[in-house]
């Protein structure tokens, strides 16, 4: 995996940063950005996710087990997501740090659930039990995006912040395909975050952050600042 820094950008909008490759010194590009990530979430999901429940599916482990570990590995992927949106662990902020937990302790509740409907058989050690846990990695981009958001007006105060959906190939929910390249005032009901569209937190959609002047323009700040 290549050797990254984080590198602060002064612009007349505010503080921005981005990677920098630590070899070549080159500014690293958003594909390669959320490719470090996607690859990060697809292995937990398989190695995590997948194994560990085909393991409770087994009887290789209990389910107190299945849950303990299926919670650290929800633990660690949103905590890194969350990083690689702040630069790095060694970047986080007391902020980024909270704002990194508050994201697991909602996807602790949600596996709580899990385990629940696994117990009272509501949810059937099937293929889509697997892809119910695959699915608590795969939430990991959302944490990422939402740093980013969050990153954005914590850097930017007074801007009038902007965002738009950039769809990945991938993706063909109807949410994906109606916001693509549109931008919304960030906050606006009308525009729904990667990882709660129908494609779920499956979508691998990137999202664009921007400011809008006084006179309506919008300039993008880019797929891989903040």
């Known amino acids: 995996m290549p050797e990254y820094t984080w ?7 505010g503080e921005q940063h981005r990677y920098r490759d630590a070899k070549t010194g080159r500014y690293v590009s958003a594909a390669a950005v959320r490719g ?17 429940t085909e393991q409770l599916r087994d009887g290789k482990i209990a389910l107190p087990e299945w849950q303990t570990a299926m919670a650290r590995a929800v633990k660690n992927v949103n905590y890194a997501a969350v990083a690689a949106a702040s630069g790095g662990v060694e970047n986080m902020t007391a902020v980024e740090r909270g704002r990194a ?50 990153g954005a007006a914590d850097a930017m105060p007074g801007q009038r912040l902007m965002v738009r959906s950039h769809r990945h190939r991938g993706d063909s929910c109807r949410t994906c395909i109606a916001l693509n390249g549109k931008w919304f005032a960030m906050g606006d009901p009308e525009y729904i975050p990667v990882g709660h569209r129908e494609c779920n937190v499956s979508c691998r959609c990137d999202e664009e952050l921007g400011t809008m002047d006084i006179d ?7 797929r891989s600042s903040f």
């Open 101 to 150: 937990g508050g994201i697991i302790r909602g996807q602790y509740a949600y596996l709580r659930q899990f385990a629940a409907d696994i117990e009272s058989g509501k949810q059937p050690l099937d293929g889509r039990a697997v892809r119910r846990a695959e699915m608590y990695m795969q939430a990991g981009r959302g944490a990422f995006h939402a740093q980013k958001r969050a």
């Open 216 to 222: 309506g323009t919008i300039t993008g700040l880019g």
């Open 7 to 13: 590198t602060a950008i002064q612009t007349q909008r």
């Open 36 to 52: 470090e990530l996607d690859r990060f979430v697809d292995k937990a999901g398989r190695e995590s996710g997948r194994a560990l």
